[in-house]
Nanobody, 120 residues
Framework: QVQVVESGGGSVQAGGSLRLSCAAS??????MGWFRQAPGKERERVAF???????KYADSVKGRFTISQGNAKNTLYLQMNSLKPEDAAMYYC????????????????WGQGTQVTVSS
């Protein structure tokens, strides 16, 4: 069983920054990505790193968020700059050995979520 743990959420004012971290407990390489869900809204894929190692972003966060892999195996970060009130949500890290399942939001392994609050 793979455990996924996120950290780094919090409350900021609009225009501020936060950095989220995620770690998956497996010795095998696993695909990881960030999702978010705001109250009353569907879960949205925010960013992931594809099989070529290229970062992919939702249009709503392009130019403001940066996804990166850590030096430690199976660690993932999300640097969020210029935060807007509409970025407020519970952010989840997802992981799966099948990149398609991760990309589609049906990953086998999910973190508990970390709350991001952005005040205007």
């Amino acid at each position: 069983q793979v455990q996924v743990v996120e950290s780094g959420g919090g409350s900021v004012q609009a225009g501020g920054s936060l950095r989220l971290s995620c770690a998956a407990s497996t010795y095998r390489s696993i695909y990881m990505g960030w999702f978010r869900q705001a109250p009353g809204k569907e879960r949205e894929r925010v960013a992931f790193i594809d099989s070529y190692g290229s970062p992919k972003y939702a249009d709503s966060v392009k130019g403001r968020f940066t996804i990166s892999q850590g030096n430690a195996k199976n660690t993932l970060y999300l640097q969020m700059n210029s935060l807007k009130p509409e970025d407020a949500a519970m952010y989840y890290c997802a992981a799966d050995f099948d990149i398609r399942r991760m990309m589609l939001g049906v990953a086998a392994y999910w973190g508990q979520g970390t709350q991001v609050t952005v005040s205007s």
